[in-house]
């Protein structure tokens, strides 16, 4: 495979989250009185809870009513959501493949550090990853590309041909900005135009594995 080191988003990629993360939020903002209705929610999903809390209602994730209601949903993802998550189809599989062809995992995700190892829990590849980077390692998250910089530093990158893995247009733009193409999946929820500047996309993990013969793993 012409890439040794694979950046690799969680949510909607190798796990079945997106929409539960987006209807931990519903309950979160109304549970501080504010009524934010799922189909508002569910595109911004993929981007940090910092700049969603800021989009949707103006507030900062780090002081006051923004805070309790980002400390709300992390509570309600994890007690609500998380146990009944499933992988996306093929996820494991498609790790393994990589993992054979000598590639080094590195989690990059807008998860925070408290959420990731559920998540990897929820998606059986906990045993497969070389290195974790969560939004708790960048300043900005996705789409800015602080998340994807320090999967690289974490990664060793120097001399390596890294990709990223992704499933929402927020991934491949911080990936593209920090001078990597992304390898995308439709298991996220988003249609092929928002995907569009991708590498490839596949429906899932084991579509992929379908065509690791050919463009733009050979």
């Known amino acids: 495979m012409r890439f040794d080191l694979v ?3 969680i949510d909607g990629t190798i796990v079945d989250s997106n929409d539960a993360h987006a209807q ?13 209705p799922f189909e508002r929610i569910r595109p911004l999903i993929g981007m940090g809870g910092d700049k969603l809390l800021e989009r949707l209602a ?3 994730s780090e002081r006051g009513e923004g ?15 998380l146990p009944a998550l499933k992988p996306t189809p093929g996820a494991r599989a498609m790790i393994e493949w990589l993992k054979r062809e000598g590639a080094t995992i590195t989690i990059a995700t807008s998860a925070t ?5 559920g998540l990897l829990k929820a998606a059986g590849v906990s045993d497969l990853i070389d290195h974790v980077t969560s939004s708790d390692d960048a300043d900005d998250s996705k789409p800015d590309p602080d998340i994807v910089v320090a999967a690289l530093k974490r990664s060793g990158a120097a001399g390596r041909a ?11 733009e911080a990936a593209s900005r920090a001078g990597l193409g992304t390898v995308a999946f439709r298991s996220g929820g988003w249609p092929d135009a ?11 993990p084991e579509a992929l594995l379908a065509h690791v013969n050919a463009p733009p793993f050979t």
């Open 67 to 81: 805070r309790r209601i980002a400390e709300s949903r992390t509570k309600i993802f994890a007690r609500e959501f």
């Open 58 to 60: 103006g507030l900062d």
């Open 7 to 9: 950046l690799l988003d």
């Open 162 to 172: 890294p990709v990223m893995f992704g499933d929402t247009p927020y991934d491949i």
């Open 194 to 204: 928002d995907l569009s500047d991708a590498l490839a996309i596949f429906d899932h």
């Open 113 to 117: 550090a408290g959420e990731v190892e």
């Open 24 to 36: 931990a939020w519903v309950k979160a903002f109304a549970q501080h009185g504010r009524t934010v």
